[in-house]
Structures are given as C-alpha cells and as structure tokens.
C-alpha cells in the first residue's frame, strides 16, 4: 500500500482554467501515491476513468457538491496522509511533501495547506488571507483554502472531523472544517511552499449555474443559504461550549497575532498605539478577554485606577477563572 492518497473531485474539465484534471493526472506521473477520483459527472467519467493514473474511482449519477465528494474520498483513502485536490491545480512533487512532512511532525495539526486565513466569523468574512507564500514559516490559522490541502485521515475514519454535507454544493465548508478543528482542540496550519498553481475560480467561473442533484441554483443563492446554515450550526455549539465555562471557539487567531502587536507596541513605549489595538480588538472580539486584560494593563500603567478595574472586570465577567486578572484586580482594592 503507498503512503499517501489524492482525492479530485472532477465534475468538467475546468473551463475556465488552463488546468485540468487530465493535467493533474500527468503532474501526479511523477509522485507516488493512490489517486481517487470522485466523478460528479458520467460524461467525465466514461472519458478517463481507465487512465492508468487513477487507482480508485466513484461514479455519481449527478453532482452531489464539493464537502460530500469529500468524504466520499476519504472514506475510499487507505492511507495516513489524504491530500484533496482541485481538478484545476497544476502540483509539483516538492509541495506534496512539504506539506506532508509538517503534517506528520506535528502533533496539533489536523489540516495543512499553502494558502489559508484568519476569519471573521461574525462578519463572514476573512480578516486576513494569506496567498501563496504570504507567510515565512507555517502558521496557525481559522481555516484554510480547500482548492489543495492534506488531512490526518484517521481523523475522518474516527469520525473526530466530517466535512458539512449541508453545505451541498460549495461555500462555507472550509471556515466550518476549520471551527470543527479548533472544536477537537487541534490546529489548521499554512505551510509556506511554492510547488503549485492555481487560477481561483476555475472549476465554476464559466458557470452561471451550479447543477446538483435534480437542481440548479446560481452562486449567490448558494452563499445566502450556506452562510445562514453556518450562522445557526455554529451558534448553537459555541452556546453550549460556553455553558462549560469560557470558551474562544468563535475568535479568531487574528486575535492572538494583534495581541502580540499590542505587546510590541508597549516595549516601544507606544502606548497610544497600543490602546488603540486593543480598543479595535474588544470591537471586533467582545468576547475575547484577553484583550479587557491587556486594555486593563495600559490603563494601570498610565495610573488610571478606574479605566484598569474595569477592564479587569469585564474579563473576569468573561472567564470567572481568569486568575491573571483577578490578581490585578487584588492590587486595585
């Protein structure tokens, strides 16, 4: 049995791209490992299915959506490491085995991938992405980008992780994988490597429509309804986590990275600065008590008893635990 497995999902030949899924098959020539093809169309299917690079192969009698093709993957995978592929993506030997050497090495990481963000979950959106090497060195990060990424399998096989299938066709399934990740205590992580191409879009750009199952719906549609299946799915669960005390599920690591600017700032005696950043972060994140208790550390520096207690407050509102600040809050009594 070989070491790695690939999943492509293939429902055309990437229009808009000058990649495609017979391209990939020649790049995956030249690095080892069992392909499984998850075909979302019979047309497709019938043209390549026999092509000598494809070891495994489903056939759907129409498109079941990116997250279900997914998991039909990795049901299929056999192996430690699973790599999901876009059909559009043109991959070297090098960046597989970058990503997969990190993958490997590191304990916490569930999902690998070149390209990811930090993500704003309340706005729907991303506070920060991160391009093909954007980053110097791997990074954790709320999610990342599902067009190429590589997953510990075992955590699928043991049902600890499990793409949404509610998500049905696209949309949203890479920002919910990424809370699932932090949900198991678990990391997704930006591996910086250059072996790859990718035009974004290419799988659907030239489709004015999305066809699955017996439907056809266009993109717009698609988001609203996945975005309010997401809302709905992930309040409920931070509500419940929360019940067992503080809980950051729903901050982002955006948070951590301004946090550490903020501790910048103050050894350049930028206090201003630094106030600020931590205002904007207590606007965006109110229930993120780190930044109540570093807001309370600026004010007790500049001898403002009051603003400092009640930061400190807020914090402990936050996480009754909070030992950091009520110590703080012993020193202002």
Same mark, same amino acid.
């Given at each position: 049995?070989?070491?790695r ?8 030949f ?7 899924i ?5 790049d ?11 075909f ?21 009698n ?12 990795l049901d ?7 790599f ?5 993506l043109?991959?070297r ?6 990503l997969?050497?990190f ?6 990481a ?10 704003n ?7 920060m992405? +991160? ?6 060195k791997?990074?954790a990060?709320?999610?990342i980008?599902?067009?190429f ?9 043991n049902k600890?992780?499990? +793409?949404?299938s ?16 932090k949900?198991?205590g678990?990391?997704?992580y930006?591996v ?29 549609e698609i988001?609203l309804?996945?975005?309010k ?5 992930w ?5 419940e986590?929360s019940k067992k ?8 690591y ?20 630094a ?15 780190w ?9 007790q ?5 009051k603003g ?10 936050l ?13 202002l009594?």
């Amino acid at each position: 049995m070989k070491d790695r497995s690939f999943v492509i999902p293939v429902l055309d030949f990437s229009p808009a791209s000058k990649f495609n899924i017979k391209t990939l098959l020649d790049d995956l020539e030249e690095i080892e490992g069992e392909v499984i093809i998850v075909f979302n169309s019979k047309e497709v299917a019938e043209e390549i299915k026999n092509h000598r690079r494809i070891d495994f192969y489903a056939i759907l009698n129409c498109n079941v959506g990116v997250p279900r093709a997914w998991n039909i993957g990795l049901d299929i995978s056999r192996t430690d490491v699973t790599f999901i592929l876009n059909s559009d993506l043109n991959v070297r030997k090098e960046a597989i085995e970058n990503l997969e050497k990190f993958l490997k090495s590191t304990y916490d990481a569930a999902i690998v991938a070149p390209q990811g963000s930090y993500h704003n979950y309340f706005a729907h959106k991303d506070h920060m992405y +991160f391009g093909k090497m954007a980053l110097k060195k791997p990074t954790a990060v709320d999610a990342i980008s599902g067009f190429f990424f590589a997953v510990k399998t075992g955590l699928f096989n043991n049902k600890i992780l499990k +793409f949404e299938s509610k998500y049905t066709p696209c949309y949203f399934e890479e920002w919910d994988m990424g809370l699932q990740v932090k949900l198991a205590g678990l990391k997704s992580y930006v591996v910086p490597t250059d072996g790859y191409e990718h035009e974004w879009g290419g799988s659907i750009r030239a489709l004015s429509f999305i066809e699955y199952y017996d439907r056809k719906i266009n993109r717009d549609e698609i988001h609203l309804r996945n975005s309010k299946i997401f809302e709905n799915k992930w309040n409920k669960i931070f509500e419940e986590e929360s019940k067992k005390g503080y809980s950051e599920l729903l901050v982002s690591y955006w948070a951590d990275m301004k946090i550490a600017q903020v501790n910048e700032l103050l050894s350049e005696n930028n206090i201003l600065e630094a106030k600020k950043n931590c205002e904007e972060l207590i606007t965006v994140y109110p229930i993120y008590k780190w930044g109540y208790y570093i807001l309370g550390k600026i004010y007790q520096f500049e001898n403002n008893v009051k603003g400092a207690k009640s930061n400190f407050l807020d914090a402990v509102k936050l996480d009754a635990n909070f030992t950091e600040a009520k110590i703080e809050l012993e020193k202002l009594s």
